[in-house]
């Protein structure tokens, strides 16, 4: 199926639903405004986001597996309960986006800002963030076990009950984020910043790996003096 083009157009419900009908699977759009709109419950498997703006729209338990997008603006808008499997989004500003309940599973975020995002009881697996910024995020659940972590920026994030087992954190932060009950055994910190956790807790830190340097740091924050 041939892919259709909308291009600077504003969408409404009434609109997205036409181009539903006409062309599933198989709609792009390109600098498109979909603000404060409601997409809620659509099926929009496979469409195509470029350059649009997205601030406060609901996608609320929309479909849109497949999807992608890229370069989008999206401050306060909803996913929450959307089917997003094998979505991508790239090069997106998402800041304060809603995402509970939404299906994740093989979705990928690369180089996206979700600073405060919420995104508590999401479900998936294979889940990837790349090189995203993440400050004062609400993850609270969430699984990162075993994954790859480059440049994240969880820096006074919610993480408590995340599970970090055997994660590689390469560049990144961690400071000042909140773990309580925060699973990082078997995990590689040293390649990112960990200021202000308490990493003396055996329980959750169990052969997770720091450098001398962050050790030093670890130590110091409990009044000792390493000579």
Do not use: Y
């Amino acid at each position: 199926m041939t892919d259709v083009l909308f291009r600077d157009e504003t969408l409404t419900r009434e609109r997205m639903q036409a181009i539903i009908a006409a062309h599933p699977h198989a709609a792009v759009f390109d600098g498109c405004t979909f603000d404060h709109g409601d997409f809620s419950r659509l099926d929009m498997d496979g469409f195509v986001f470029t350059q649009c703006s997205l601030a406060g729209s609901s996608w609320l338990a929309a479909s849109l597996e497949e999807s992608r997008w890229s370069k989008c603006r999206g401050g306060q808008c909803d996913f929450s309960s959307a089917l997003l499997s094998d979505a991508r989004f790239e090069h997106c500003d998402l800041n304060n986006s809603h995402w509970r309940r939404a299906t994740l599973s093989s979705v990928q975020f690369q180089d996206c800002k979700l600073t405060g995002a919420h995104l508590q009881e999401v479900t998936g697996w294979a889940l990837e963030f790349r090189d995203c910024l993440m400050v004062s995020a609400d993850l609270r659940g969430l699984s990162f076990r075993k994954a790859q972590l480059e440049g994240m920026d969880f820096s006074d994030a919610e993480l408590s009950g995340c599970d970090f087992r055997e994660a590689v954190f390469n560049g990144g932060s961690l400071r000042n984020a909140q773990t309580r009950l925060t699973r990082f055994e078997g995990a590689d910190l040293r390649g990112t910043d960990i200021s202000g956790l308490n990493v003396m807790d055996a329980k959750l830190f169990k052969k997770a790996v720091i450098s001398q340097r962050q050790a030093a740091a670890a130590l110091a924050a409990f009044g000792l003096i390493v000579a």
